[in-house]
């Protein structure tokens, strides 16, 4: 076993699989005909998204053009209707798929097989669909993540039928007609379902629309550095007076810094739109080099810069290299001689790359890293390797401290954005640790102490190290479940934590809570977690962390343009702004289902003695 392991990624490794996992399971035919099928899935599907030149680009188009081939597109079809059909864990993917993959009214001339692949693959999508209007999403889990604590809520959070939102695709596809839309409607008691789907309607119409993003109010005055600075002033004087109510203080400041930075993008866009028009100069952005200038007035010059490149690439590639050429000493300028610009330089850099306005080799002289977003994530820590050096030895001295090695296993979970490749160089990173069974719980309080002591790092919220209190029964390990709510306190369910992070320690601790802990979660049960069924939590969870949280709320946007989306009258009833719209997104987000939302299940007939 090589250590750090992630142990969601022998799912797609044989070899580690057989090592980390029980005879019992790793050698059972259903165990490994299911990641022989999964793999077969990831496979097809990176062969033919890798080959694109750009997300948005039709599959009829980018068959035509000869980037893939009939061959390929049949067998990812074929892979998907496979999937979507005979599991009923997986048809949640459908929401994240790319629309251009979608079968449409156009009649293509493919051969045989690939039209019947087609055909097959939109009858299943259509019942997958269908059953997913049944189920009632949390409306801000696809928009910005932005839920208040659980211990301030009042009732449920605003829902919706997510699903429903797809409706203008699918009309706009041929895969639905309005009349059916509407008898689905009219025949619907459930109000959330009838609200979602009235929303969607409203942006039918409008569809094939081609507009940009909504525009914004125009500053009534000329785009110059002092005109900036007294906006952004302005508003964020109001930021600060504003009253935010009874919240958390750690929530007040985070939506101070979120108002704070849609303030910057706010003036962002207006230099932008100043820049596309013929309104501001390279000689204008040259004085926000002076020391007169703000920070937040250079990180504003730097979103205008980048969004104006942009949105020329969309329609002129030439025009928008040579826009770059103008701006690009005044960039290169702010990232040699202000810092604090560095991480807006670096997105926006990362997103020129992405269009090919410049190289690699570019952003390697800058030390500006390209993380695995796609996965593995194992493959993320190498650009945190001082951090990983501490954490390694932080593990290490669990052992060596009698009181808190009776209290947990020698090994640490790191998780979270840093792991996940999206999260900024500054940005915490999140741990986690088992308990022992049999500890009483109130040795808590010492624990938390002996926790903060051994993990002292100025990256380490040790007070927030999730801990999951161990039970132990018939040679097996489970997580205890706790009624209140406390970020701290890990929950069985917390699938993306338990899987999808990296475990370090002790090589045999870990060996012990793979066999112990993690392989049950594999075999078939019928257990039931507050009402709901245990395998479609830890399925949740798993999706949830990957592809919502906070890939889709501000991760992704780091790293890409925008391709596509849906930027029609009326798109805000289906939260046409955000993220999940976006095509690119959409082939991150199918590309993370397949290899991070992904569970094998064993009934638990089937398990042989190892």
Request: with cysteine; net charge neutral; glycine share 4%.
């Amino acid at each position: 076993m090589i250590l750090p392991l992630v142990p969601v990624e022998s799912f797609f490794d044989s070899v580690l699989a057989a090592d980390i996992w029980p005879k019992s399971i790793s050698r059972n035919e259903i165990f490994m005909y299911q990641l022989k099928l999964r793999k077969e899935l990831k496979e097809c599907l990176d062969g033919v998204f890798d080959s694109l030149p750009r997300p948005d680009i039709p599959l009829e188009t980018a068959i035509a053009e000869g980037y893939i081939t009939e061959e390929q597109v049949t067998k990812l079809y074929t892979a998907l209707s496979d999937l979507l059909a005979d599991d009923r864990d997986y048809k949640r993917l459908i929401l994240y798929l790319p629309f251009e993959l979608l079968p449409n009214k156009i009649r293509h001339h493919y051969e045989k097989k690939l039209q019947q692949a087609l055909e097959r693959f939109g009858k299943i999508y259509i019942d997958a669909w269908k059953n997913l209007l049944y189920t009632h999403d949390v409306r801000a889990n696809f928009v910005n993540g932005d839920v208040l604590e659980v211990e301030r809520r009042i009732g449920d959070l605003p829902r919706v039928v997510k699903a429903a939102h797809l409706i203008p695709k699918l009309v706009q596809n041929g895969l639905l007609t309005v009349e059916e839309v509407v008898a689905l409607m009219e025949n619907s008691d459930d109000e959330i379902l009838k609200n979602s789907i009235a929303a969607a309607l409203s942006v039918v119409a409008n569809i094939g629309a081609k507009t940009r993003k909504q525009k914004i109010n125009a500053i009534p005055m000329a785009i110059t550095l002092a005109s900036v600075q007294t906006e952004l002033d302005k508003r964020f004087s109001q930021i600060e007076s504003e009253d935010f109510g009874d919240i958390m203080p750690r929530r007040k400041a985070w939506l101070k810094k979120k108002s704070r930075q849609e303030t910057i993008w706010y003036m962002g866009e207006h230099i932008s739109m100043a820049i596309v028009e013929d309104g501001f100069s390279p000689e204008v952005a040259m004085t926000f080099l002076t020391h007169d200038a703000k920070s937040a007035s250079r990180q504003s010059l730097i979103e205008g810069i980048g969004k104006a490149i942009e949105f020329i690439a969309s329609a002129d590639f030439r025009k928008a290299q040579v826009l770059y050429t103008q701006y690009e000493a005044t960039l290169l300028n702010l990232w040699k001689n202000d810092p604090e610009t560095r991480e807006t330089l670096s997105k926006t850099f990362r997103r020129f790359r992405q269009l090919l306005i410049i190289r690699d080799e570019q952003l390697a002289e800058l030390n500006i890293v390209i993380p695995k977003l796609a996965g593995p994530f194992s493959e993320n820590l190498k650009f945190m390797k001082q951090e990983m050096d501490e954490i390694r030895a932080m593990a290490a001295s669990i052992e060596q401290n009698p009181e808190l090695f009776k209290l947990i296993y020698p090994t640490v979970l790191i998780f979270g954005s840093r792991l996940n490749g999206y999260g900024q160089q500054d940005a915490d990173i999140d741990l986690g640790v088992c308990v022992r069974p049999r500890t009483s719980f109130a040795k808590r309080a010492r624990l938390k102490e002996l926790l903060k002591k051994t993990f002292t790092h100025e990256k380490i919220r040790a007070d927030e190290i999730v801990e999951f209190w161990l039970e132990e029964k018939n040679g097996r390990l489970k997580v205890r479940d706790f009624a209140e709510s406390d970020v701290s306190l890990g929950q069985s369910y917390w699938t993306h934590v338990l899987f999808g992070a990296a475990w370090e320690g002790n090589e045999d601790t870990v060996r012990e809570l793979c066999e112990k802990l993690l392989a049950p979660y594999m075999i078939r049960t019928e257990e039931r977690i507050e009402g709901r069924d245990a395998r479609g939590l830890y399925l949740e969870a798993l999706e949830q962390s990957t592809l919502q949280y906070r890939l889709m709320h501000n991760g992704y946007q780091r790293f890409f343009p925008p391709y596509g989306g849906i930027h029609t009258p009326h798109s805000g009833g289906i939260d046409g702004n955000s993220m999940f719209w976006d095509s690119g997104y959409r082939q991150l987000a199918t590309k993370l289902f397949v290899s991070r939302v992904f569970l094998p299940e064993i009934p638990a007939d089937f398990l042989k003695k190892s």
